[in-house]
């Protein structure tokens, strides 16, 4: 039998890692699909991005018909001051000038309205794109199985939400607005070139495959250090991520040097593959300015040719002088713009990639779970806790690595069954397979008959209460903590399940109480009392099966007897599978299932496993023997 699950992604108390400014990214391994994909999620925006097009083009048309008409008023400075000069009657036409003044002005204003315009609409819409994208992204995490957090590092997922979001966010509002302004540019202001003159716009256009040829060498070359830098970025910040959550241990085993010299080597590469980049591509511009500054002087030459002999005028020679300087600055713009495009598709294919990871198998749900007083239906039904293991198979890796061989068991409700075993043994992997975190290789399981594919997980596990060996609580107050367990709880409940954890007389010695703030690792609490608090969540969720992973493991002997009592409350007609190392706080259990190399080797009740004097027994007795010993 084959089931589908679910695994559950718990949030992480976690900071993101450093903050990163837009950055050059790595060359996009499929640059079509990913511009594909990039261009489908925008088409929500496509009415706002029509009007950033339009925009940003009437803006451009506004600014360049301006040296053309400039030309004009510089043409009656020049007749004016030849005149004067010549004794001719009039001068200069200072009224004609002004009314050229006033267009000229207009024209700005306008170029500057639409401009500020496709500006306002095109950070709208990358800063939504950002913040739809991080709603995806979290999302996804929450539906991942938990396969691929084994082999995915921390860091690189953060990286993907934060740097890459960013690199896209931003690249995108400047390359679109870049990309249309320029190619405006030069499409306007070649016209408005060859309206003066062929042969001079014939002797510019010239400059550009020189231009072109050495902007395609820097490029070349830079590229590969651009492909690096996220990589190196992305490992920088899993190192900074880890020192931090890890900063105690760092300290109490003294290794701040040797975590400073792994940093300093990742960081070593980002800064080679950074420096590289950045100043192989920021040759591209003094590389255009030097191109540009020759045809600027060979323009100058020919045109003071083409005024003495009077092909054309002053004004005209001023406006084609202004329409180079304006045809050059786009065509830097554009070769600029081709490595922000990888920059913004190379980010944007990073994060296709995580969405597009392969998400937990689902069967389609049959049945519901009945949490009212209403009366069962057919297909909706209230759990009572009978959990039955069929010939469970299972492996992390799929069929090739199996640690779970032939786990089969029967639970009654309301029964306590502990589960113990040498460290790898698979106790906790069969509790996770309970709540559907991890698929089944081959067998299945049951409650109340029903298999656990058969209902959504979202229904399953709210029927369960877990309380782990690794605590977990996030960057909040005490109560808001606590109430993680059941969001609509009150004040009054939060306390008498605090209560019934033994908790309340340590929050109420606390600062603040319950409104005591916790920090992210809640490294501000004992790490017993933090057990305390997730064990005062679970019994606030009030479920039908408990299971307790070493769940007093971290409090001292004689808080851990208050804990039993008050557990032993809980689990009154309850399920409750615990897993425990010390075999002592176990033995009222109603069924013990000994697990080694993920088969049930023995079960029964304490009596009687210790009567078989077989493996039970010899855990049992090497405990109180460590105990003689020492």
């Given at each position: 039998?084959?089931?589908?699950?679910?695994?559950?992604?718990?949030?992480?108390?976690?900071?993101?890692?450093?903050a990163?400014?837009p950055?050059?990214?790595?060359?996009?391994?499929?640059?079509?699909?990913?511009?594909?994909?990039?261009?489908?999620y925008?088409?929500?925006?496509?009415?706002k991005i029509s009007?950033?097009?339009?925009?940003?083009?009437?803006?451009?048309?506004?600014?360049?018909?301006?040296?053309?008409?400039?030309?004009?008023?510089?043409?009656?400075i020049?007749?004016?001051m030849?005149k004067?000069?010549?004794?001719?009657?009039?001068?200069?036409?200072?009224?004609?000038?002004g009314?050229?003044?006033?267009?000229?002005?207009?024209?700005?204003i306008?170029?500057?309205?639409f401009?500020?315009?496709q500006?306002?609409?095109?950070?709208?819409?990358?800063t939504?794109?950002?913040?739809?994208?991080r709603?995806?992204?979290?999302?996804?995490?929450?539906a991942?199985?938990?396969?691929?957090?084994?082999?995915?590092s921390?860091?690189?997922?953060l990286?993907?939400?934060?740097?890459?979001?960013?690199?896209?966010?931003q690249?995108?509002?400047?390359?679109?607005?870049?990309l249309?302004?320029?190619?405006?540019?030069?499409?306007?202001?070649?016209?408005?070139m060859?309206s003066i003159?062929?042969?001079m716009?014939?002797?510019?256009?010239?400059?550009?495959?020189?231009?072109?040829?050495l902007v395609?060498?820097?490029?070349?070359?830079?590229?590969?250090?651009?492909?690096?830098?996220?990589?190196?970025?992305?490992?920088?910040?899993?190192?900074?991520?880890?020192?931090?959550?890890?900063?105690?241990?760092v300290k109490?085993?003294?290794?701040?040097?040797?975590?400073?010299?792994?940093?300093?080597?990742?960081?070593?590469?980002?800064?080679?593959?950074?420096?590289?980049?950045?100043?192989?591509?920021?040759?591209?511009?003094?590389?255009?300015?030097?191109?540009?500054?020759?045809?600027?002087?060979?323009?100058?030459?020919?045109?003071?040719?083409?005024?003495a002999?009077?092909?054309?005028?002053?004004?005209?020679?001023?406006?084609?002088?202004?329409?180079?300087?304006?045809?050059?600055?786009?065509?830097?713009q554009?070769a600029?713009?081709?490595?922000?495009?990888q920059?913004?598709?190379?980010?944007?294919?990073?994060?296709?990639?995580?969405?597009?990871?392969?998400?937990?198998?689902?069967?389609?749900?049959?049945?519901?779970?009945n949490?009212?007083?209403?009366?069962?239906?057919?297909?909706?039904?209230?759990?009572?806790?009978?959990?039955?293991?069929?010939?469970?198979?299972?492996?992390?890796?799929?069929?090739d690595?199996?640690?779970?061989?032939?786990?089969?068991?029967?639970?009654?409700?309301?029964?306590?069954?502990?589960?113990?075993?040498p460290?790898?043994?698979?106790?906790?992997?069969?509790?996770?397979?309970?709540?559907r975190?991890?698929d089944?290789c081959?067998?299945?399981?049951?409650?109340?008959?029903?298999?656990?594919?058969a209902?959504?997980?979202?229904?399953?596990?709210?029927?369960?209460?877990?309380?782990?060996?690794?605590?977990?609580?996030?960057?909040?107050?005490?109560?808001?903590?606590?109430?993680y367990?059941?969001?609509?709880?009150?004040?009054?409940?939060?306390i008498?399940?605090?209560?019934?954890?033994?908790?309340d007389?340590?929050?109420?010695?606390?600062?603040?109480?319950?409104?005591?703030?916790?920090?992210?690792?809640?490294?501000?609490?004992?790490?017993?009392?933090?057990?305390?608090l997730?064990?005062?969540?679970?019994?606030?969720?009030?479920?039908?099966?408990?299971?307790?992973?070493?769940?007093?493991?971290?409090?001292?002997?004689?808080?851990?007897?208050?804990?039993?009592?008050?557990?032993d409350?809980?689990?009154?007609?309850?399920?409750s599978?615990i897993?425990?190392?010390?075999?002592?706080?176990?033995?009222?259990?109603?069924?013990?299932?000994?697990?080694?190399?993920?088969d049930?080797?023995?079960?029964?009740?304490?009596?009687?496993?210790?009567a078989?004097?077989?493996?039970y027994?010899?855990?049992?007795?090497?405990?109180?023997e460590?105990?003689?010993?020492?």
């Open positions: 039998m084959n089931n589908g699950n679910r695994n559950h992604n718990r949030p992480r108390p976690m900071g993101g890692p450093m990163s400014g950055m050059v990214g790595e060359k996009a391994k499929n640059f079509k699909g990913s511009f594909r994909k990039l261009a489908a925008l088409k929500p925006f496509r009415l009007l950033v097009v339009l925009c940003a083009a009437l803006s451009t048309v506004f600014t360049i018909i301006g040296p053309r008409i400039l030309a004009k008023a510089t043409d009656e020049a007749a004016g030849m004067i000069i010549t004794g001719a009657e009039g001068g200069i036409d200072f009224v004609y000038i009314k050229i003044m006033a267009i000229l002005l207009g024209l700005y306008i170029s500057g309205l401009s500020y315009i500006g306002f609409t095109m950070a709208g819409v990358s939504k794109v950002a913040y739809n994208l709603n995806t992204i979290i999302k996804k995490i929450n991942l199985p938990m396969s691929y957090f084994h082999k995915t921390q860091g690189d997922v990286s993907r939400i934060t740097n890459d979001v960013d690199t896209l966010s690249s995108l509002n400047q390359s679109i607005t870049q249309i302004t320029s190619t405006a540019s030069i499409i306007g202001v070649l016209i408005m060859l003159s062929v042969r716009t014939l002797i510019a256009l010239a400059m550009i495959p020189v231009s072109l040829v395609t060498i820097v490029v070349k070359f830079s590229q590969k250090y651009f492909k690096g830098q996220q990589e190196y970025l992305g490992s920088v910040n899993g190192q900074v991520e880890e020192m931090y959550g890890g900063h105690i241990v109490a085993f003294n290794r701040e040097e040797k975590a400073i010299q792994n940093f300093e080597v990742e960081n070593e590469k980002l800064y080679r593959c950074v420096w590289k980049a950045q100043f192989i591509s920021g040759l591209m511009m003094p590389i255009m300015n030097f191109v540009g500054n020759i045809g600027y002087v060979v323009i100058c030459i020919v045109g003071a040719s083409f005024a002999n009077g092909i054309i005028t002053i004004g005209d020679i001023q406006a084609f002088i202004q329409y180079i300087r304006s045809f050059t600055q786009p065509i830097t554009l600029s713009i081709s490595n922000m495009l920059q913004t598709v190379a980010a944007a294919e990073r994060i296709f990639e995580f969405l597009e990871e392969p998400e937990e198998k689902e069967f389609k749900p049959i049945m519901k779970i949490n009212t007083n209403e009366p069962d239906t057919e297909n909706c039904v209230h759990l009572h806790g009978d959990v039955w293991f069929d010939h469970v198979k299972f492996g992390y890796e799929g069929t690595k199996i640690i779970i061989n032939d786990f089969s068991a029967s639970v009654k409700s309301g029964q306590k069954i502990a589960i113990v075993g460290t790898g043994a698979g106790k906790t992997t069969m509790v996770k397979l309970l709540m975190f991890h089944l081959g067998g299945g399981i049951y409650i109340d008959g029903y298999d656990i594919t209902f959504e997980r979202r229904d399953l596990r709210s029927e369960f209460g877990m309380v782990l060996q690794d605590t977990w609580l996030y960057n909040g107050t005490i109560m808001e903590n606590i109430r367990g059941r969001l609509d709880a009150t004040d009054e409940e939060v008498a399940a605090a209560k019934s954890a033994q908790a007389h340590f929050i109420r010695a606390l600062p603040d109480g319950y409104n005591m703030e916790l920090n992210e690792e809640a490294t501000n609490i004992s790490q017993g009392q933090k057990q305390l997730t064990i005062a969540r679970a019994i606030l969720s009030n479920p039908k099966i408990l299971i307790l992973d070493e769940a007093t493991s971290s409090v001292d002997t004689r808080t851990e007897i208050l804990i039993q009592r008050a557990m409350n809980l689990m009154e007609g309850r399920t599978f897993i425990a190392h010390r075999l002592s706080t176990i033995k009222n259990a109603d069924l013990i299932l000994c697990m080694k190399d993920g049930i080797v023995e079960q029964g009740n304490h009596e009687q496993l210790m078989k004097n077989g493996f027994a010899n855990l049992y007795n090497s405990q109180f460590k105990v003689s010993e020492e």
